[in-house]
């Protein structure tokens, strides 16, 4: 029951961001250029086109109608054409979104994967070589660009040992269409096409790699310190004296409570992971939404661009709020307290 | 790393380039440096859109490397005497994509669409063709009916792209196919699209039925990938998917890719030019001296042989036009004692000297020569601003003399071959306030030479006016003439057949190209 | 939360000179700033910073005379690296200039006052934290012209967030403390309880958070500057020169590879006195 009513408010948060989100955006589209109409046509349209698109977005209406018709058209999916690709922006999105999605997820797997893991060494041999070693690899991870570890990356991997493909997301000559969830590691497995399956994983690490490091470093970090801070408990004292064995003293009394702080800073940690998207996959070629927002930035094409930020917007509050019920269900304290 | 798996990994790339060395079909994997804007014959415009269109296409005829009109769906062509009237007869054997063949009403239709929609080639026969003009004498013979006389009018025959009409109709709905055709093809020509992502990339396929039928060793599927990233076009090379770059790769990647042992450079001469456009009717470029020191403070030795490969260019109009060119101008020459003197005679002398230069951003080259400019320009006392902007932004500055930079790197390629589709569109006051006009000459005596050329017959008469127009041009300076490019690409070793052509992107017309290797 | 009183600066110096890492770090910003400032005298070819070009001198590997080699139109990069560190500075103080004033002084409002102005507040920051920095910097790039001010007010509108939040929850426990009572009681001026009992402890939280940022700052402006977004040529700009160098690689790596290392440096020295900071005031809260 508490749970239910952690969730609602947890949700109401999220819409609530979810608006806010809407009104920043609505000023950078709408208000800030001088001529809204104009910019999101493009250079090459009439005079009676933009006209046209001026009576549509109402910008002779009072601000916060034109709010209003913004909003009708968000909820209708409507977030205008691309000037890039003549598309509606929402097609290109759904189409590149796969890419970027499959690309963060496997990122945040690795980041916890071996973070956490990382973390636990270093606490369990605290003030040793292990812990000095994890904290020289965190504070590297966190103060190399990503673009530069990318390109690193690339250079050693695809230049000089050949070892894996650098750009994209299946080699060119593979005919493979996802077209059930877009994500390849899945698609190529409801399909039974194991070729693929290798190769997009082939194609999917290095720029998981290079996405991956600055969180993995901060995971190992939290998951450390949240772990000291754990075993001077009384009930891990309490267990030690009862003569509870290590391993079983570990792994499920101080790693469960260990891992709230972690994942709650995965939760923020995730908007500087999409804003690092926007360079590994440029870097990468690929194929995703970031690469798509940045090709319409160079271009001045403003439905994109705010397309492509609304969605970035609109991801982060999601996984927030799945990381925050996951994090219910870790710690049932957190249902009460709440967490900021 | 072990052994075991550098093998395989080897392995594995081997297995790949058998793949594309055409056990079952041969496949040319090329980069493209912008998008393909549209694939509507009536909207067609710039160098990318016809790389797609005259393979997706077939026009009545066609130009061969040397500037020549060749057949394509016409077999032959007659013009009356005065040069008004234009007769083609149809291919026998012409038939469209879906087998049916190709008629004097679909070339009446098609162009008829053209001057409708007016836009893309349309501009080329403004006042030119009416509705009406073009009639059919039978089934297979079109006859053109001229308002003026146009001199270079078979020359923009070629750009005229002929739709199947009785495809098109159905689906003309309220805009005269233009939803359709913006996705969809009607046409004869030797390939069909199969895929188009107009952000990244667009595939065609062979159409084994092709009325022409096709060279031994055919290109069967063309994919083009729009990337102007010299890493990820590296790095497709080195993973054998690349057949073969764009034209507009930096040197140092094209020496990587023959590193590769796979490819080789194929090179050669153009009538494509690249200028340093001057704005005429803003400081300091107003200013002829100013102009002229420019020209002379240009270092084309470096960027013809370092920077971007090029012949040299002397007048505006490229030496491929031999028969018009005005051999009696001398080649500009890097002089930067010359350029003082030009300077001291100057209304700016005396003070610094604020100046513009503009070029297009992430193009790796015209930053480069950006900045040569930029380190003589300072040592003469200009204060030197430079302004990248993306292609879409230039053409949109380019409409207004008081947002064209002073300075702009531009290239202009023949749009048809004649020396007309230099002059008119780049000198032309009619042709004001466009990317390839951003000198803003709008001078009533070069509109009047061009005109009376257009209106000529007679080829030596051309000649001369075209001269003397040389002549007068560079008297006015509005160029920095830079070079005339040579083109060049990285290529398979197994692919032959690319020639430059005179008109905008026919030379990637996919027919004329063979897979040498078994 | 056990504060230390700036007064003591010389028990404070001694403290933080024991921490190697934080003198590390301390070391890597001194000489980092100083060759900023200094760039015009000790770079060995000042005047590459502008459009000097020698094209004969082109993709030089690194030697005695050019450390870190040449680049594309022969310029030395170790002098436009020295050079390049001005814009990442630049950018660090401009953007924390902002955001450091503006986030403390509605941390202290939201945590202080509550109520209806801690709401808006904190909701407000809510949505910020929603948007990445970098994404805004484009957003904003998009519809204004991509240029290097621009940039650092994108990312300075959303940076003040992280500050207000963390100067919020040190004012929240500081308002319940017996010295801001006594204070209250004392009839003393909002100002006053504001700015001279609440900010004064929050001097080394923020000192420890602006180190960390820095690094941050930085590396946000050499992502967009990568990415095209930067300052205009010839200016020397550490993310530009990267993205340069990138179409050169592998064979001439140390166009992009060295430049980029200069960005890690200066984002490691930050990183590291924040960290040293941190061990030294005991902050264990800031991230």
Known sequence: ?340 | ?518 | MTDIPLTNAYQNWYRFSRNPTAMIGLVIVVICVLAAILAPYITPFPDHVGAVTNFRARHLPPSAVNWFGTDNVGRDIFTRVIFGLRISLLLAVVVLGIAIPVGTILGMAAGYFGGWTEIVIMRVTDVALAIPPLVMALAVAAVLSPDLLHSMLAIASLWWTWHTRMIYSITRQLRTQEFIEAAETLGASKFHILFREILPNCVSAIAVKTSLDCGFVILVGAALSFLGLGIQPPTPDLGTMVAQGASFLPDYWWESVLPGSAILFLALGFNLLGDGLRDLFDVEDVR
């Open chain 1, 1 to 340: 029951m508490e749970f239910l009513s952690f969730l609602i408010k947890r949700a109401l948060w999220s819409v609530l961001v979810l608006v806010g989100l809407s009104m920043v955006i609505f000023v950078i589209a709408r208000v800030v250029p001088g001529d809204p109409a104009r910019m999101a046509l493009g250079p090459r349209a009439t005079p009676e086109q933009v006209a046209m698109m001026q009576s549509e977005l109402g910008l002779d209406r009072p601000i916060v109608e034109q709010y209003g018709l913004f909003i009708q058209g968000l909820t209708r999916g409507d977030l205008g054409k691309s000037l890039l690709t003549e598309r509606p922006v929402t097609d290109d999105i759904r189409e590149t979104f796969a890419a970027t999605f499959e690309l963060v997820l496997c990122t945040m797997l690795l980041a916890m994967g071996f973070g956490v893991p990382l973390g636990m060494i270093a606490a369990y041999w605290k003030d040793q070589w292990p812990d000095t070693a994890v904290r020289f690899f965190a504070i590297f991870a966190a103060v190399t660009p990503s673009f530069f570890l990318a390109l690193l990356l690339q250079i050693l991997a695809g230049y000089v040992l050949h070892l894996l493909p650098t750009t994209g997301r299946l080699p060119n000559s593979m005919e493979f269409e996802a077209s059930w969830t877009g994500l390849l590691l899945i698609d190529s497995v409801i399909a039974g096409r194991l070729d693929v399956l290798g190769e997009a994983l082939r194609h999917l690490l290095l720029p998981s790699i290079a996405l991956a490091a600055a969180t993995m470093g901060q995971m190992a970090r939290l998951t450390r310190a949240s772990m000291i801070d754990v075993s001077r408990q009384d009930y891990i004292e309490a267990a030690r004296a009862f003569g509870i064995p290590e391993w079983l003293r570990v792994t499920k009394y101080m790693l469960r409570p260990s891992f709230v702080p972690p994942l709650t800073i995965m939760g923020l940690e995730f908007a500087s992971l999409i804003g690092g998207a926007f360079v590994v996959e440029m870097v990468f070629a690929w194929p995703g939404m970031a690469a798509y927002g940045i090709r319409t930035i160079l271009q001045k094409d403003l439905n994109a661009v705010m397309g492509v930020v609304m969605v970035s917007g609109v991801f982060f509050v999601l996984v927030n709020l799945a990381i925050d019920v996951l994090v219910g269900f870790v710690d049932p304290r957190v249902r009460i307290r709440g967490r900021r």
């Open chain 2, 1 to 518: 790393m072990t052994h075991q798996k550098l093998l395989a990994s080897t392995a594995a790339v081997a297995f790949l380039a058998l793949g594309s060395a055409g056990f079952a079909e041969t496949v040319v994997t090329m980069n493209t440096v912008q998008i393909f804007g549209t694939i509507d014959p009536a909207k067609i415009s710039d160098y990318t859109d016809y790389m797609a269109a005259v393979n997706l296409y077939d026009g009545l005829i066609s130009v061969d490397s040397s500037g020549n009109l060749i057949p394509e769906l016409a077999e032959s062509w007659t013009v009356s005497a005065d040069a008004k009237e234009v007769t083609f007869k149809i291919r026998e054997d012409a038939k469209f994509t879906d087998g049916s063949p190709v008629e004097a009403t679909d070339v009446i239709y098609s162009i008829e669409r053209l001057l409708r929609i007016n836009q893309g080639p349309a501009t080329l026969f403004a006042e030119v063709l009416t509705p009406g003009s073009v009639v059919a004498v039978d089934a297979k013979t079109v006859k053109f009916t001229l308002a003026k006389t146009f001199a270079p009018f078979l020359a923009t025959v070629p750009a005229i792209m002929i739709l199947n009409a009785d495809v098109v109709k159905p689906n003309e709905g309220t805009d005269d196919a233009q939803e359709w055709l913006a996705t969809n093809v009607a046409g004869a020509g030797a390939y069909s699209l199969k895929s188009w992502d107009r952000g990244s990339e667009m595939t065609i396929t062979r159409n084994p039925e092709y009325y022409k039928g096709f060279l031994e060793g055919p290109i069967d599927t063309v994919h083009w990938i729009i990337t102007s990233d010299e890493a990820t076009v590296k790095s497709l090379a080195a993973s054998g998917e690349l057949t073969m770059t764009s034209q507009f790769q930096s040197p140092e990647t094209y020496k990587a890719l023959v590193d590769m042992g796979r490819f080789q450079m194929v090179s050669q001469d153009t009538g494509t030019a690249f200028y340093l456009k001057l704005n005429t009717k803003v400081a300091p470029t107003d200013d002829i001296h100013i102009r002229r020191a420019l020209a002379h403070a240009t270092d084309y030795a470096t960027i013809r042989e370092v920077i971007f490969p090029g012949g040299v260019l002397s007048t505006p109009l490229p030496k491929a036009f031999a028969a018009y060119h005005n051999d009696d101008i001398p080649e500009p020459k890097f002089d930067m004692e010359a350029a003082k003197a030009e300077i001291s005679q100057s209304k700016y002398a005396g003070a610094p000297i604020p100046i513009t230069l503009g070029y297009v951003a992430g193009t790796g080259f015209e930053e480069e020569i950006s900045l040569l400019m930029q380190s003589n320009l300072e040592q003469l006392g200009f204060v030197v601003t430079q302004a990248a902007d993306p292609w879409n932004r230039i053409t949109e500055i380019a409409g207004k003399v008081e947002t064209t930079p002073a300075v702009n790197q531009i290239f202009f390629g023949p749009t048809y071959p004649s020396p007309d589709s230099m002059f008119f569109t780049q000198y032309h006051s009619k042709s004001a306030g466009t990317w390839a006009s951003m000198e803003w000459v709008n001078d009533p005596e070069v509109d009047a030479m061009i005109d009376e050329a257009r209106a000529t017959g007679d080829v030596a008469e051309q000649a001369k006016i075209y001269k003397a127009l040389q002549a007068k041009l560079h008297e006015m300076q509005p160029d920095v003439y830079l070079l005339t490019q040579t083109v060049q690409h990285a290529m398979d070793k197994c692919l032959t057949g690319f020639k430059a052509v005179p008109m905008q992107s026919f030379d990637y017309d996919f027919t004329r190209y063979q897979w040498t290797c078994k």
